[in-house]
Each structure stands twice: as C-alpha cells, then as structure tokens.
C-alpha cells in the first residue's frame, strides 16, 4: 500500500515537473511574441530600419522553433503517463502553430499595404480578417493553457 502511494506521488511529482517546463516555455514564447509585436510596431512606424526588423524576426523565429522543440520533448514524457494532459499539451502547440500562421500573414499584409501606398490594392479589409483570425487563435491557446494550469493545480495539490 505504501510503495503503491510512492509510486503515484513520484508519478504526480514528475508530471508537475514536466507541467512546470510547460508553463516556463510558454512564459518564453509570450514574451518572443511581444518582442516580435514591438519590431514590428516600430518597422510600421519607421523606427525599426527593416534589416534591423528581419534581425529581430529571424532571432524570434529561433526562439520559437526552441519553445516548440522543448515542450515537444515535454509532450513526449507525459504521454507515457498521462495521454490526456499530453493531448491537451498537443491541442496548445497546434493552435500555436495556427496562431502564428496568421500573425505572419498580417505582418505580410501590413508589409505589402505600406509598399503598395502608391498603388490601388486596399488591404485594410484582409487585414482586419487576418487580425480577428489571430485573435480568435490566440483566446484558444489561452483556453487551452486555462485548462492546463488547472491541471498543474490539481498535480500539486495531490503531491503537496
């Protein structure tokens, strides 16, 4: 009776290990988006020259193939003890991926309507679309993460 209650502390005191480098590697990719929004601010507004922009997206864009690798290996691990949590880590890198799909496609518009201000070509509509569409993934990855953050907690409070 007592191994078997080791076992399951030792298998919730892992698994809240694991949740852990989730949370720390999300942390990380929220702040890659900000630094990525803030560049792209400034190239809008001038104040970022665009070798400099390309600078910042290509270190951003290393940073976010490192968050994913990370809680990829993180995914990996919890599978072999608990499929759902590692589905639900599963549903947040997807909707990741969704969501920075379509943050590169707004950017790419904005970046075509300020080269194409002499032209005819009107992107404000596609762009309000793209821009909804991120919104739209982004409140998924924060009710997926919700759920996972109440998981971590229900981990904890049976190792604690």
């Known amino acids: 009776m007592v191994d078997a209650k080791n076992e399951i502390l030792a298998k919730n005191e892992a698994l809240s290990e694991q949740l852990q480098k989730v949370l720390k590697a999300q942390d990380t990719r929220m ?5 990525f929004d803030i560049a792209f601010k400034d190239y809008l507004n001038g104040k970022c020259p665009e070798e400099q922009y390309s600078s910042v997206c290509k270190i951003v864009t290393e940073g976010f193939q490192e968050v994913s690798k990370e809680i990829q290996d993180v995914e990996k691990e919890v599978n072999k003890s608990d499929t759902v949590i590692g589905g639900m880590i599963r549903q947040l890198q997807n909707v990741e991926k969704e969501r920075l799909e379509k943050v590169n496609n707004t950017a790419n518009l904005q970046i075509l309507t300020i080269r194409s201000k002499e032209s005819d070509k009107d992107y404000d509509e596609t762009i309000k679309q793209e821009q909804k569409g991120v919104k739209e993934s982004t409140d998924k990855v924060y009710e997926i993460w919700d759920k ?13």
Not at 148 to 160: F, N, P, Q, T, Y
């Open 31 to 35: 702040k890659l988006y900000r630094e």
């Open 148 to 160: 996972l953050r109440e998981e971590m907690h229900g981990v904890a409070s049976l190792i604690c």
